[in-house]
Structures are given as structure tokens and as C-alpha cells.
């Protein structure tokens, strides 16, 4: 028997196998995974795009909320022009948070706040030069232009 395990000689040759296949840089049996080298150049250039595609999409709603801002402050900055050129008007009454106003320019340009509307004046009409604008008193005390 000792001379029979003596006698075998394995055909396959000793650089072609090993005897820790696990480490192998590719699969060592017929069922084995393929273990591919990753490419690292295309790993690195997708997750580039990537970052770019996720960085732009950001840069984007910060532009959009950028231009809401601004004209929010736009409409702030009108309603404080507004708000001025009423305070500076002549009124005969206290006006009252929340109810429309009109507001009205004389032939001497200075400016007058009347509760009575440029539709409202009768046969003989508005006797001021020009309507300017349908205003409201908001609760901060500016005016928001309705019409």
C-alpha cells in the first residue's frame, strides 16, 4: 500500500495549482464567480458626473429660492414706497387694518386717501386729477397695493 501512494505522480504541474486557491486573482473553480479588475478610471468619472448632476440640481433650488427672495423684496420695497407716499397723503379718517382705500393724486401732485372708490364718484366723476392705486392697511402698518 505504502508503495502505490509512493508510486502516484500527480499530472498536473506544481505552477498550476496552489494551495491556498482563495487568494487567487481569479475563480479557481468551473462554478466560481469571475472576479474582474475594476476599472478605476470609469469608477472615478461616473461618480464625477454623478457629483456634478447631484451639485447642479442643488445649485439650482438655491437659485430658484434666490430669485423667490428677491422678489419678495421687491414687493417689500414697493409696499414701503407705497406705504410712504400714503403716510405723506392727506386722510381725514384713521384707516382700519384689513379694508380697501383708495388712493388719489391732486392737480397740485400732492396726494389724498379716500375710502371712496374711482367708480363711486357719481355723474360729475373723481374730482381729483389721477387714481393711483386700490390699497390696504396691513397688519405691520404698510399698505399692500390691491389694484
Known amino acids: 500500500m505504502k ?5 502516484f505522480i500527480n499530472p498536473i504541474d506544481k505552477d498550476k495549482i496552489t494551495e491556498s486557491p482563495h487568494i487567487l486573482p481569479y475563480a479557481h473553480t468551473v462554478g ?3 472576479i474582474k479588475p475594476i476599472d478605476r478610471s470609469k469608477t472615478k468619472s461616473l461618480a464625477i458626473e454623478a457629483m456634478h448632476k447631484q ?12 430669485e423667490l427672495l428677491a422678489e419678495q423684496a421687491k414687493k417689500i420695497q414697493n409696499r414701503i414706497k407705497i406705504s410712504e407716499i400714503i403716510y405723506n397723503a392727506e386722510m ?56
Open 3 to 7: 508503495k502505490q501512494k509512493e508510486d
Open 32 to 34: 466560481g464567480v469571475v
Open 55 to 66: 451639485t447642479n440640481t442643488q445649485l439650482e433650488q438655491i437659485r430658484e429660492q434666490m
Open 92 to 147: 381725514g379718517f384713521k384707516p382700519l387694518i384689513g379694508k380697501l382705500y383708495h388712493l388719489y393724486q391732486r392737480t397740485d401732485e400732492t396726494a389724498l386717501l379716500s375710502v371712496i372708490g374711482p367708480n363711486e364718484w357719481g355723474k360729475k366723476g373723481c374730482p381729483y386729477n389721477e387714481f393711483l392705486a386700490t390699497v390696504s392697511l396691513l397688519a405691520d402698518h404698510t399698505w399692500e397695493i390691491i389694484r
